[in-house]
């Protein structure tokens, strides 16, 4: 069983906020939590990593509650090449140990 | 960053024939390489754990006799798909370890 639960899809419009909360109610102690990003006939992309509290690149942010059972990606502006599936996962950052994927969320931007 | 990469990207061939995938690191050594498996309009399954150097473990319901996978290197795994059938036909991604970087993935389509 996938360690997270996301919702299934989303819409948003052309320079929008999109928030994808992700529910990881098991995560252990030393889990971080990774988001990845994923067009069709492609391999998933590392967006960002987090441990706890607020993490923040180039491309989003992640938003980590103190008792890390969820979180959010958060995506700024986002425009119609942003239209992709979005994968939560837990796991070690090391990435010595197995990632299992959840059902993803499929983030659909119309103009 | 990392790269992954995979060859070929994509292959056709018939059934009963046996088919190799290659995964390779190309900046920094993998210890350990992920296989996934996607079918359409699903999630990334995994389905074996390669490690350089020993047997690769595999996930239940999935035949280690039919996805050989050798990891003879740190920077190359790879997968065969051995007499493969119509229902093989796949999406097959690789990952290596370290955040997880995944390659671009190879579409094998068996006739």
């Known amino acids: 069983l996938a360690k997270t639960t996301q919702p299934i899809s989303m819409d948003s419009y052309e320079g929008q906020e999109v928030n994808i909360t992700c529910s990881h109610n098991?995560?252990?102690?030393?889990?971080?939590i990774t988001w990845y990003q994923q067009f069709p006939s492609q391999g998933p992309r590392f967006i960002i990593q987090?441990?706890?509290t607020k993490v923040t690149n180039e491309v989003a942010s992640l938003f980590i509650p103190a008792d890390r059972k969820s979180s959010t990606l958060s995506l700024p502006r986002v425009s119609l090449s942003d239209t992709a599936v979005y994968y939560c996962?837990?796991?070690?950052?090391?990435?010595?140990?197995?990632?299992?994927f959840g059902q993803g969320t499929t983030l659909q931007v119309k103009p | 960053g990392a790269v992954v990469s995979q060859h070929p990207s994509w292959v056709i061939c018939k059934s009963g024939t046996s088919v190799k995938i290659e995964c390779r690191s190309l900046?920094?050594?993998?210890?350990?390489m992920f296989w996934y498996r996607q079918f359409p309009k699903q999630s990334l399954m995994l389905m074996a754990t390669?490690?350089?150097?020993?047997?690769?473990?595999?996930e239940q319901g999935v035949e280690k006799d039919k996805f050989l996978i050798n990891h003879a290197s740190l920077t190359l795994s790879t997968l065969t798909v051995t007499s493969a059938h119509p229902e093989d036909s796949s999406f097959y991604i690789c990952?290596?370890?370290?955040?997880?970087?995944f390659g671009p993935g190879t579409r094998l389509t068996v006739l």
């Open positions: 098991n995560i252990a102690t030393n889990d971080y």
């Open positions: 990952s290596a370890s370290a955040i997880q970087f």
């Open positions: 996962l837990v796991g070690d950052n090391m990435g010595t140990g197995k990632l299992i």
């Open positions: 390669s490690n350089e150097g020993s047997k690769a473990t595999y």
């Open positions: 900046d920094f050594q993998a210890t350990t």
């Open positions: 987090g441990y706890k």
